[in-house]
């Protein structure tokens, strides 16, 4: 429905197939994010989004509050925290920020004038500004060894 409204409104010249490919990874993307904060609206304040239609809400509100989704949900949210290297390690987290290790070996073959080593790709993307010393986190610290 939402792509019959779209090709109303705006022309292309690009073919029909690739444009549809962008609007629906745009309109997942979107959607992914309306649901996850409606959804944490409603677990952190308890506040229904007027924005989505009751029937909507009500079945998506009973999924939340199911036991076996509760302790799935309970249990992915502590993996994405866990600390890997021991307790107090933090978690695990690198300096790449949304460059591929891909675009951070090039850029550093710029910078140096040859490809780099596994570890020094490892070193120039898991300490703080890059400095080669001073890293994320003990798992990365654990890992240069």
């Known amino acids: 429905m939402i792509w019959r409204e779209f090709k109303k409104v705006y022309r292309w010249t690009q073919s029909k197939e690739a444009v549809k490919r962008v609007f629906y990874k745009h309109a997942a993307s979107w959607y992914k994010d309306t649901v996850y904060e409606v959804k944490d609206k409603w677990l952190k304040k308890k506040e229904q989004d007027l924005s989505v239609p009751d029937h909507v809400f009500q079945e998506w509100r009973r999924r939340w509050e199911d036991p076996d989704y509760r302790k799935r ?69 654990a890992a240069n060894i």
Request: aromatic share 6%; proline share 3%.
């Open 73 to 141: 949900y309970e249990k992915q949210s502590g993996n994405r925290r866990s600390e890997r290297a021991g307790e107090g390690s933090g978690m695990s987290t690198h300096t790449c920020g949304s460059r591929s290790m891909r675009e951070h070996e090039r850029a550093l073959t710029r910078k140096e004038g040859k490809k780099p080593s596994a570890p020094r790709l490892f070193r120039y993307t898991h300490t703080k500004g890059h400095d080669d010393q001073t890293f994320v986190d003990q798992r990365s610290r």
